[in-house]
């Protein structure tokens, strides 16, 4: 059986992906690198199923959805740059350009998205953003106040100052 050199077959692999986007990256090539870079992570590296392209004209900009698995729920994933800069604002506006074009996830309104942050040597790193805060499951507030500034890095602990 004749078969492709293993790069070889990955170049192929990953060409094939992006003719089924070419028509997204030329519609918007400012975000070409990015939707093409979290496009070929999530369904090469990643394996996820159903991953397809999704249009939000107010933001002149795609969304990707996808599952993570063939049994759970669609995700929505919002590609872009590291150099991109966040705020509680820009995402309440990423929020509410999203709500009224429908993006409904089994049934349900939209609550989270996931930020897929690309940087330049190919690293795609996600974070999932709620419309609303949650306090994360694995940590609760009384065990906030007994965590040292050396386990988790001074600059993670938001007003505490140099000891």
Known sequence: MWSLPRKEYQ??????????ISKYLDKYPQEA???????????LVK??????????????KCVLLGKPSKSTSEIIVFPCAAVEIWSIERMSQLFSSLSPNNFVVDGNELKSITLAITFPDSTVVYYNIHDEIILPSNISINTI????????GEDLLLGSSSK
């Open 33 to 43: 690198p990015y939707l093409s870079q979290v496009y070929i992570d999530l369904t």
């Open 11 to 20: 170049m192929t692999n990953e060409c094939f992906h992006l003719d089924s």
């Open 145 to 152: 106040d007994n965590i040292d500034s050396k386990d988790m």
């Open 47 to 60: 394996s996820w199923f159903e991953v397809k392209i999704k249009e939000v004209k107010a933001l002149r």
